[in-house]
């Protein structure tokens, strides 16, 4: 005789709470891994935001730095006396802004540094004609074609006057237009015959070329703007906060830069930061200018 029992179907695969327990596992283990995902996302864009602002403030402390370092620079001189003659008001305020304190001003939200920029990037030997009107590079050193040195094009513009110095004097001289690759130029006007040493008629040591240099970074609502020598302003750095950034001057000549950059990281931090830490995206730097009398300062 055959059993029924022998006709009953056998069970295959899964039930249905297993399934359904199989899918609640699953989706735990989706959002974990999503959660884990966007945890390291975060703090990965974290990393880069911090990095930025840190690359940011490094530059703009460096230029700072260097400009204020740099403020009244008169070549090899600290204190070179002015033999200029026949300046108009523009240049005359210049000159007299480059030899006093003022060389580094802060104004507001602002801080301009003037100083004297070398025209040429090595020393270069001038030849001066006897009547001290044509000033020419001197190349017969020069051991190959490469090593000769010649003038950039310049506009023979109010703004691109020249200063010719030595170590013991300045005078803002008015080149002609240049051209690209000139190795000399003749002036309207004789420069200061203190210039040439009576006793060999040749320039006297120490004598360069150089431009004027006027840096000025201001402050506003967007970040900061730059400005070169009577250019435009253009912008330098963003994303400061409000009131991001304050230029002051102590009594000992101590110049202080503070910037604030907007920094997610603060939303991080419950209430002051660690001890020892300073708050993310504050920076500061003091900086002492080289080139300022101490009674100046």
Same mark, same amino acid.
């Given at each position: 005789m055959i059993s029924i029992s022998s006709f009953q179907p056998q069970q295959k695969g899964i039930s249905l709470i297993e399934l359904m327990i199989a899918l609640a =596992? @699953?989706? =735990?283990?989706?959002? %974990?891994i999503t959660r884990y995902s966007i945890d390291a996302l975060q703090s990965q864009q974290a990393v880069v935001d911090l990095a930025d602002i840190q690359d940011s403030a490094r530059i703009t402390m460096g230029t700072?730095?260097?400009?204020?370092?740099? %403020? @009244?620079?008169?070549?090899? @001189?600290r204190f070179a006396r002015d033999v200029s003659s026949n300046l108009n008001k523009e240049w005359k305020d210049r000159v007299n802004t480059?030899? +006093? +304190?003022? /060389?580094?001003?802060?104004?507001?939200?602002? !801080?301009?540094? !003037? +100083?004297? +920029?070398?025209? &040429?990037?090595?020393?270069?030997?001038? !030849? !001066?004609?006897?009547?001290?009107?044509?000033?020419?590079?001197?190349?017969? /050193?020069?051991?190959?074609?490469?090593?000769?040195? &010649? &003038?950039s094009r310049r506009d023979n513009t109010n703004a691109n006057r020249l200063i010719i110095a030595t170590c013991q004097m300045l005078e803002v001289i008015d080149p002609p237009a240049i051209n690209q690759g000139d190795t000399a130029f003749t002036l309207a006007t004789p420069i200061h015959g203190d210039f040439i040493n009576l006793e060999t008629n040749e320039p006297l040591e120490g004598i360069a =070329?150089?431009?004027y240099r006027e840096h000025k970074l201001e402050y506003n609502a967007n970040g900061m703007n730059m400005a070169v020598t009577g250019g435009k302003p253009k912008p330098f750095i963003s994303n400061l906060e409000t009131n991001g950034a304050a230029?002051?001057?102590?009594?000992? %000549?101590?110049?202080?830069?503070?910037?604030?950059? =907007?920094?997610? $990281?603060?939303?991080?931090?419950?209430? /002051?930061?660690?001890? %020892?830490?300073?708050?993310? @995206? $504050?920076?500061?730097t003091r900086v002492i200018p080289r080139n300022l009398l101490e009674e100046q300062r």
């Amino acid at each position: 005789m055959i059993s029924i029992s022998s006709f009953q179907p056998q069970q295959k695969g899964i039930s249905l709470i297993e399934l359904m327990i199989a899918l609640a =596992l @699953g989706t =735990l283990l989706v959002l %974990g891994i999503t959660r884990y995902s966007i945890d390291a996302l975060q703090s990965q864009q974290a990393v880069v935001d911090l990095a930025d602002i840190q690359d940011s403030a490094r530059i703009t402390m460096g230029t700072v730095q260097n400009n204020i370092q740099r %403020g @009244g620079y008169q070549g090899c @001189g600290r204190f070179a006396r002015d033999v200029s003659s026949n300046l108009n008001k523009e240049w005359k305020d210049r000159v007299n802004t480059l030899t +006093s +304190s003022r /060389a580094v001003d802060i104004e507001n939200d602002s !801080i301009t540094t !003037i +100083s004297m +920029s070398p025209l &040429f990037s090595v020393p270069v030997p001038l !030849i !001066i004609s006897a009547d001290r009107r044509t000033i020419t590079i001197d190349n017969s /050193a020069a051991q190959k074609p490469a090593d000769r040195v &010649f &003038f950039s094009r310049r506009d023979n513009t109010n703004a691109n006057r020249l200063i010719i110095a030595t170590c013991q004097m300045l005078e803002v001289i008015d080149p002609p237009a240049i051209n690209q690759g000139d190795t000399a130029f003749t002036l309207a006007t004789p420069i200061h015959g203190d210039f040439i040493n009576l006793e060999t008629n040749e320039p006297l040591e120490g004598i360069a =070329l150089y431009n004027y240099r006027e840096h000025k970074l201001e402050y506003n609502a967007n970040g900061m703007n730059m400005a070169v020598t009577g250019g435009k302003p253009k912008p330098f750095i963003s994303n400061l906060e409000t009131n991001g950034a304050a230029f002051t001057r102590e009594d000992n %000549g101590t110049y202080t830069i503070t910037l604030n950059f =907007l920094d997610t $990281l603060r939303n991080d931090i419950d209430g /002051a930061p660690p001890q %020892g830490e300073s708050e993310p @995206g $504050l920076y500061t730097t003091r900086v002492i200018p080289r080139n300022l009398l101490e009674e100046q300062r």
